[in-house]
């Protein structure tokens, strides 16, 4: 194999360089007309991407962590609440339940790396407010078991979808179930701007109303200050570049499924191996893979292996899970969370890869096992 070869685990300069025409008109066109803060561009991208997730109401704010914390406390959330949330997941995702004052009390991860309905269920108490899902990896929960949960307990959802944008269940993005939805833009995301961004979802309108006032201050259509408020707007020159980059997202899915299976056609027979579902595993599912999180047999071996052979991999969330961070207090028993930990590693996935590049990923793993 060619030891002199290099694969990023994602290509940040190729973000701009592969529309640079294109995405420095787009600045261009925005910096004359000096519109930096909630103009034009954030409403069109707004509007098109609520017609995108087939939603009432989107709003772009600063960050996908902001977003969640908007999102819980326009759905009430309030201190002395508990919020269920798989460990298996970004620390922001805890710590926005923290932030808007309540408590977040963290569950077990299923086989597909997703909340655990199970665990879920286990940990409602009487103090329960609402569950958050992660839709991890470009994937959608099993939204079906998590909301009769919910309504069995009267809970509300509060949808972390910051992977998952363009993700189905049963023909239902991701971010549309619960009573809000999250998202991030960062640049690693599928829908990645050149900086921090993040969105908030919603169909119900007292909720919208909510959150148009906590990202902006708290001041109404009229700029008249009514409630307390952050300032958490996504500024207008990423709105911009979001807006442009949305009109060709499908493409960029498409692609991402197109590696996916090319992942299952060299690796899928390999029994060291735990893939993710392929395209076409479920029709419930559509994944558009914002990560390719594998579990392997000798986890570290096969990380330094692929270093040797200049392909880069990463572990998620630095190979923590939230519950293992002791200093923030949180305790939980998450015996199948802390086994999946020992064997999750991440292959590069985004669009600049080229079948040649899978095909040497597949084969220097399978050299690995051989």
Not at 113 to 135: C, E, F, L, W, Y
Request: aromatic letters at 8%; one cysteine or more.
């Amino acid at each position: 194999m060619d030891a002199t070869r290099t694969i990023p685990f994602f290509n940040y300069p190729a973000l701009f360089q592969t529309q640079e025409k294109e995405l420095l008109a787009v600045i261009t066109d925005v910096c004359r007309r000096g519109a930096y803060i909630l103009q034009k561009d954030l409403r069109d991208f707004e509007a098109n991407l609520a017609s995108f997730l087939n939603v009432k109401h989107a709003f772009g704010v600063a960050n996908g962590t902001d977003a969640l914390i908007i999102a819980l406390r326009a759905a009430g959330v309030e201190p002395g609440d508990e919020v269920i949330v798989p460990s298996h997941t970004y620390i922001a995702s805890a710590a926005s339940i923290h932030f808007a004052g309540a408590k977040p009390v963290l569950v077990e991860c299923a086989p597909d790396h997703m909340i655990d309905p199970k665990s879920a269920a286990r940990a409602v108490t009487k103090r329960t407010k609402a569950i958050m899902p992660v839709q991890l990896n470009g994937r959608t929960a099993e939204m079906d078991a998590l909301q009769a949960i919910a309504d069995r307990h009267g809970l509300l959802i509060v949808e972390d979808a910051a992977q998952g944008l363009g993700s189905k269940f049963r023909d239902r993005c991701a971010g549309t179930f619960g009573v809000a939805g999250t998202f991030s833009f960062y640049p690693a995301k599928v829908l990645g701007c050149f900086g921090d961004g993040g969105a908030v979802v919603t169909n119900d309108d007292a909720i919208a109303r909510k959150v148009a006032l906590l990202r902006d201050h708290g001041r109404d259509k009229d700029g008249r200050v009514v409630k307390w408020g952050l300032n958490s707007r996504l500024d207008n020159l990423q709105a911009a570049i979001l807006d442009f980059k949305l009109k060709t997202y499908p493409r960029e899915i498409a692609r991402r499924r197109e590696i996916a299976a090319r992942y299952e056609a060299g690796l899928g027979d390999l029994a060291q191996l735990a893939l993710p579902p392929t395209p076409d595993a479920d029709p419930a599912h559509f994944d558009v893979y914002q990560n390719y999180e594998i579990e392997a047999d000798r986890r570290d071996g096969l990380r330094e292996h692929l270093e040797q052979r200049g392909v880069r991999t990463i572990i998620q969330w630095g190979g923590t899970p939230v519950h293992q961070f002791k200093e923030l207090g949180l305790k939980a028993s998450l015996p199948y969370t802390d086994r999946f930990f020992t064997r999750c590693m991440m292959l590069p996935m985004n669009t600049t890869l080229s079948d040649d590049d899978i095909d040497y990923i597949c084969a220097a793993i399978r050299d690995f096992y051989r």
